[in-house]
Protein backbone atom coordinates (compact mmCIF):
# COMPACT_ATOMS: atom_id res chain seq x y z
CA UNK A 1 0.00 0.00 0.00
CA UNK A 2 1.60 3.73 -1.08
CA UNK A 3 -0.18 5.63 1.22
CA UNK A 4 0.49 8.56 -0.71
CA UNK A 5 -1.16 7.22 -4.05
CA UNK A 6 -4.72 6.16 -2.11
CA UNK A 7 -6.42 8.81 -3.09
CA UNK A 8 -5.17 9.00 -7.18
CA UNK A 9 -5.73 4.75 -7.21
CA UNK A 10 -8.92 4.50 -5.96
CA UNK A 11 -9.98 8.00 -8.82
CA UNK A 12 -8.44 5.43 -11.28
CA UNK A 13 -10.46 2.33 -10.23
CA UNK A 14 -13.56 4.40 -9.76
CA UNK A 15 -13.00 5.74 -13.27
CA UNK A 16 -12.66 2.30 -14.84
CA UNK A 17 -15.73 1.18 -13.24
CA UNK A 18 -17.41 3.47 -14.95
CA UNK A 19 -20.07 2.66 -17.61
CA UNK A 20 -19.68 5.98 -20.25
CA UNK A 21 -23.09 5.25 -21.46
CA UNK A 22 -24.10 6.08 -17.80
CA UNK A 23 -22.48 9.54 -18.06
CA UNK A 24 -24.65 10.30 -20.92
CA UNK A 25 -21.38 10.91 -23.39
CA UNK A 26 -21.37 9.18 -26.75
CA UNK A 27 -19.05 6.86 -27.32
CA UNK A 28 -16.40 7.50 -30.33
CA UNK A 29 -13.76 5.38 -31.84
CA UNK A 30 -12.13 1.94 -30.51
CA UNK A 31 -11.01 2.43 -26.75
CA UNK A 32 -7.92 0.83 -25.22
CA UNK A 33 -9.04 1.16 -21.62
CA UNK A 34 -12.36 -0.22 -19.93
CA UNK A 35 -14.77 2.82 -18.45
CA UNK A 36 -13.74 6.39 -18.84
CA UNK A 37 -10.58 8.83 -20.23
CA UNK A 38 -9.18 11.08 -18.00
CA UNK A 39 -9.86 13.81 -20.07
CA UNK A 40 -13.82 12.61 -19.64
CA UNK A 41 -13.55 12.63 -15.92
CA UNK A 42 -12.03 16.01 -16.12
CA UNK A 43 -14.55 17.70 -17.91
CA UNK A 44 -17.74 16.12 -16.40
CA UNK A 45 -16.46 17.27 -12.96
CA UNK A 46 -15.66 20.64 -14.39
CA UNK A 47 -11.83 20.10 -13.67
CA UNK A 48 -8.95 20.73 -16.24
CA UNK A 49 -6.89 18.09 -17.61
CA UNK A 50 -3.97 18.99 -16.14
CA UNK A 51 -5.15 19.19 -12.78
CA UNK A 52 -7.07 15.88 -12.59
CA UNK A 53 -4.11 14.15 -14.09
CA UNK A 54 -1.94 15.11 -11.20
CA UNK A 55 -4.70 13.81 -8.77
CA UNK A 56 -4.46 10.28 -9.92
CA UNK A 57 -0.75 10.88 -10.22
CA UNK A 58 -0.57 11.61 -6.47
CA UNK A 59 1.45 15.01 -6.97
CA UNK A 60 -1.99 16.78 -5.48
CA UNK A 61 -3.69 15.49 -2.54
CA UNK A 62 -5.78 17.73 -1.02
CA UNK A 63 -8.79 18.78 -3.36
CA UNK A 64 -11.59 20.94 -2.34
CA UNK A 65 -14.92 20.10 -1.57
CA UNK A 66 -16.35 21.46 -4.85
CA UNK A 67 -13.87 19.34 -6.82
CA UNK A 68 -14.51 16.15 -4.16
CA UNK A 69 -18.56 16.47 -4.92
CA UNK A 70 -17.96 17.17 -8.52
CA UNK A 71 -15.79 14.02 -8.88
CA UNK A 72 -18.29 12.06 -6.67
CA UNK A 73 -20.79 12.66 -9.25
CA UNK A 74 -18.49 11.80 -12.45
CA UNK A 75 -17.71 8.83 -10.85
CA UNK A 76 -21.60 8.44 -9.96
CA UNK A 77 -20.39 6.96 -6.35
CA UNK A 78 -22.72 5.94 -4.20
CA UNK A 79 -22.86 7.38 -0.24
CA UNK A 80 -20.13 4.62 0.97
CA UNK A 81 -18.21 5.27 -1.82
CA UNK A 82 -18.74 9.14 -1.54
CA UNK A 83 -17.69 9.30 2.25
CA UNK A 84 -14.11 6.84 1.50
CA UNK A 85 -13.51 9.83 -0.89
CA UNK A 86 -13.57 12.28 1.51
CA UNK A 87 -11.29 10.10 3.97
CA UNK A 88 -9.09 9.63 1.42
CA UNK A 89 -8.19 13.00 0.68
CA UNK A 90 -8.60 14.56 4.74
CA UNK A 91 -7.95 11.84 6.74
CA UNK A 92 -8.98 12.53 10.30
CA UNK A 93 -6.38 12.14 13.19
CA UNK A 94 -6.44 9.11 15.28
CA UNK A 95 -4.75 7.47 18.19
CA UNK A 96 -2.49 4.83 16.52
CA UNK A 97 -2.03 1.35 17.69
CA UNK A 98 1.18 0.42 19.59
CA UNK A 99 0.39 -3.39 18.34
CA UNK A 100 -1.56 -5.71 16.41
CA UNK A 101 -3.12 -7.21 19.59
CA UNK A 102 -6.65 -6.21 20.55
CA UNK A 103 -7.82 -5.77 24.05
CA UNK A 104 -11.24 -7.16 23.52
CA UNK A 105 -13.82 -4.79 24.87
CA UNK A 106 -15.45 -6.24 28.27
CA UNK A 107 -18.65 -4.82 27.09
CA UNK A 108 -19.32 -6.48 24.14
CA UNK A 109 -17.73 -9.57 25.93
CA UNK A 110 -20.01 -9.63 28.69
CA UNK A 111 -23.10 -9.42 26.07
CA UNK A 112 -21.31 -12.29 23.89
CA UNK A 113 -21.73 -14.23 27.28
CA UNK A 114 -25.24 -13.84 26.87
CA UNK A 115 -25.75 -15.08 23.11
CA UNK A 116 -26.70 -18.70 23.37
CA UNK A 117 -29.05 -19.47 21.01
CA UNK A 118 -27.13 -17.76 18.07
CA UNK A 119 -23.66 -17.89 16.43
CA UNK A 120 -22.03 -14.40 17.49
CA UNK A 121 -18.30 -12.99 17.30
CA UNK A 122 -16.66 -10.44 18.29
CA UNK A 123 -14.30 -8.73 15.07
CA UNK A 124 -11.53 -6.66 15.85
CA UNK A 125 -10.56 -3.40 13.30
CA UNK A 126 -8.42 -5.73 11.09
CA UNK A 127 -11.39 -7.90 10.95
CA UNK A 128 -9.58 -10.24 13.28
CA UNK A 129 -12.00 -12.91 15.30
CA UNK A 130 -11.04 -11.76 18.58
CA UNK A 131 -13.97 -13.24 20.38
CA UNK A 132 -15.95 -16.45 19.74
CA UNK A 133 -19.31 -18.21 21.43
CA UNK A 134 -19.97 -22.48 20.92
CA UNK A 135 -22.21 -21.90 17.73
CA UNK A 136 -19.75 -19.82 16.46
CA UNK A 137 -16.92 -22.34 17.24
CA UNK A 138 -19.30 -24.64 15.47
CA UNK A 139 -20.23 -23.04 12.51
CA UNK A 140 -16.76 -22.44 11.80
CA UNK A 141 -14.99 -25.64 12.66
CA UNK A 142 -13.00 -27.33 10.03
CA UNK A 143 -12.27 -23.91 8.20
CA UNK A 144 -8.44 -22.89 8.39
CA UNK A 145 -6.96 -19.87 8.92
CA UNK A 146 -10.05 -18.74 11.39
CA UNK A 147 -8.54 -16.13 12.91
CA UNK A 148 -9.15 -13.26 10.52
CA UNK A 149 -12.48 -13.16 8.40
CA UNK A 150 -10.43 -12.23 5.40
CA UNK A 151 -7.37 -14.88 5.93
CA UNK A 152 -10.43 -17.55 6.42
CA UNK A 153 -11.79 -16.66 3.15
CA UNK A 154 -8.94 -16.51 0.90
CA UNK A 155 -6.42 -18.70 2.11
CA UNK A 156 -8.52 -21.53 3.66
CA UNK A 157 -9.18 -24.19 1.07
CA UNK A 158 -12.42 -24.76 2.63
CA UNK A 159 -14.04 -21.71 2.21
CA UNK A 160 -15.16 -21.97 -1.73
CA UNK A 161 -17.53 -24.68 -0.19
CA UNK A 162 -18.19 -23.02 3.31
CA UNK A 163 -19.43 -20.01 1.30
CA UNK A 164 -21.95 -20.49 -1.78
CA UNK A 165 -21.17 -17.34 -3.24
CA UNK A 166 -17.89 -17.05 -2.44
CA UNK A 167 -17.37 -14.22 -4.86
CA UNK A 168 -19.61 -11.99 -3.79
CA UNK A 169 -18.60 -12.78 0.01
CA UNK A 170 -15.04 -12.28 -0.64
CA UNK A 171 -15.57 -9.24 -2.71
CA UNK A 172 -17.58 -7.80 -0.02
CA UNK A 173 -15.14 -8.46 2.51
CA UNK A 174 -12.32 -6.35 0.33
CA UNK A 175 -14.60 -3.72 0.20
CA UNK A 176 -15.48 -3.37 3.65
CA UNK A 177 -11.45 -3.45 4.37
CA UNK A 178 -11.12 -0.47 1.59
CA UNK A 179 -13.21 1.20 3.93
CA UNK A 180 -11.13 0.85 6.65
CA UNK A 181 -8.21 1.57 5.30
CA UNK A 182 -10.00 4.83 3.87
CA UNK A 183 -10.72 5.88 7.38
CA UNK A 184 -7.51 5.40 8.79
CA UNK A 185 -4.28 4.92 5.88
CA UNK A 186 -1.55 5.52 8.06
CA UNK A 187 -2.59 2.67 10.01
CA UNK A 188 1.20 0.87 10.38
CA UNK A 189 -1.07 -2.61 10.55
CA UNK A 190 -3.34 -2.60 7.96
CA UNK A 191 -0.42 -3.01 4.97
CA UNK A 192 1.09 -6.47 6.81
CA UNK A 193 -2.38 -8.01 6.26
CA UNK A 194 -3.14 -6.61 2.58
CA UNK A 195 1.05 -7.96 1.83
CA UNK A 196 0.23 -11.54 3.45
CA UNK A 197 -2.68 -11.85 1.40
CA UNK A 198 -1.59 -10.61 -2.13
CA UNK A 199 1.38 -12.66 -1.89
CA UNK A 200 -0.82 -16.08 -1.57
CA UNK A 201 -4.27 -15.16 -3.13
CA UNK A 202 -4.24 -14.10 -6.94
CA UNK A 203 -8.33 -13.11 -6.32
CA UNK A 204 -7.70 -10.88 -3.16
CA UNK A 205 -5.31 -8.85 -5.66
CA UNK A 206 -8.06 -8.77 -8.43
CA UNK A 207 -10.72 -7.61 -6.33
CA UNK A 208 -8.28 -5.21 -3.70
CA UNK A 209 -7.52 -3.48 -7.46
CA UNK A 210 -11.13 -2.61 -8.29
CA UNK A 211 -11.28 -0.29 -5.07
CA UNK A 212 -14.71 -0.75 -4.15
CA UNK A 213 -16.18 0.67 -0.95
CA UNK A 214 -18.59 -0.88 1.14
CA UNK A 215 -19.73 0.10 5.22
CA UNK A 216 -18.99 -2.55 7.67
CA UNK A 217 -22.69 -3.51 8.20
CA UNK A 218 -23.17 -5.41 5.22
CA UNK A 219 -21.75 -9.01 4.91
CA UNK A 220 -23.36 -12.18 2.87
CA UNK A 221 -25.42 -14.55 4.76
CA UNK A 222 -24.88 -17.93 3.38
CA UNK A 223 -23.32 -20.53 4.91
CA UNK A 224 -22.97 -24.05 3.79
CA UNK A 225 -21.50 -26.53 7.16
CA UNK A 226 -20.35 -29.79 6.46
CA UNK A 227 -22.70 -31.27 9.03
CA UNK A 228 -25.98 -29.38 8.45
CA UNK A 229 -25.92 -28.25 5.26
CA UNK A 230 -27.33 -24.90 4.34
CA UNK A 231 -27.98 -22.28 6.82
CA UNK A 232 -29.06 -18.78 5.91
CA UNK A 233 -29.07 -15.78 8.51
CA UNK A 234 -29.49 -11.84 9.27
CA UNK A 235 -26.70 -9.95 11.08
CA UNK A 236 -27.01 -7.62 13.68
CA UNK A 237 -24.13 -5.62 15.20
CA UNK A 238 -23.02 -3.65 18.12
CA UNK A 239 -20.27 -1.47 18.94
CA UNK A 240 -19.17 0.02 21.93
CA UNK A 241 -17.41 3.62 22.44
CA UNK A 242 -14.93 2.27 24.60
CA UNK A 243 -13.04 0.24 21.43
CA UNK A 244 -13.30 2.04 18.31
CA UNK A 245 -13.51 -0.75 15.17
CA UNK A 246 -14.53 -3.59 17.50
CA UNK A 247 -17.88 -5.00 16.66
CA UNK A 248 -20.20 -7.80 18.23
CA UNK A 249 -21.89 -9.99 15.19
CA UNK A 250 -24.91 -11.65 15.88
CA UNK A 251 -25.99 -14.59 13.28
CA UNK A 252 -30.00 -15.11 14.04
CA UNK A 253 -32.04 -17.95 11.59
CA UNK A 254 -35.30 -16.77 10.52
CA UNK A 255 -37.74 -18.40 12.75
CA UNK A 256 -39.29 -21.38 11.59
CA UNK A 257 -37.57 -21.44 8.74
CA UNK A 258 -34.61 -24.84 7.91
CA UNK A 259 -32.10 -22.69 8.76
CA UNK A 260 -33.63 -22.55 12.30
CA UNK A 261 -33.90 -26.57 12.26
CA UNK A 262 -30.34 -26.57 10.44
CA UNK A 263 -28.88 -24.31 13.82
CA UNK A 264 -31.35 -26.46 16.29
CA UNK A 265 -29.15 -29.32 14.77
CA UNK A 266 -25.86 -27.78 15.29
CA UNK A 267 -26.63 -26.58 18.65
CA UNK A 268 -27.09 -30.50 19.77
CA UNK A 269 -23.62 -31.24 17.79
CA UNK A 270 -22.09 -28.75 20.28
CA UNK A 271 -23.07 -28.59 23.63
CA UNK A 272 -22.88 -25.76 26.17
CA UNK A 273 -20.07 -26.36 28.85
CA UNK A 274 -21.25 -26.09 32.08
CA UNK A 275 -18.83 -23.72 34.51
CA UNK A 276 -17.66 -26.00 36.92
Request: charged share 30%; proline share 7%; with cysteine.
Amino acid sequence: MDRKRLLGDFLRARREAVNLEDTGLTRMGRRRTPGLRREEVAMLAGVSNDYYVRLEQGRERRPSEQVLNALARALRLDAAATEHLYELAYPRPRPRPVCREEQVSRRLLHLLRMCDAAPAFIVGRWMDMLATNRLADALCEGLDHNDNLLRMCFLSPQARTFFPEWEEAAATKVAQLRAIAGTDPEDPFLPLLVDELSDQSADFVRMWARHDVLPGDVEGKHFHHPSVGELTFSYETFTAKSAPGQQLVVCQAEPGSASEDALATLARLRPAVTPP
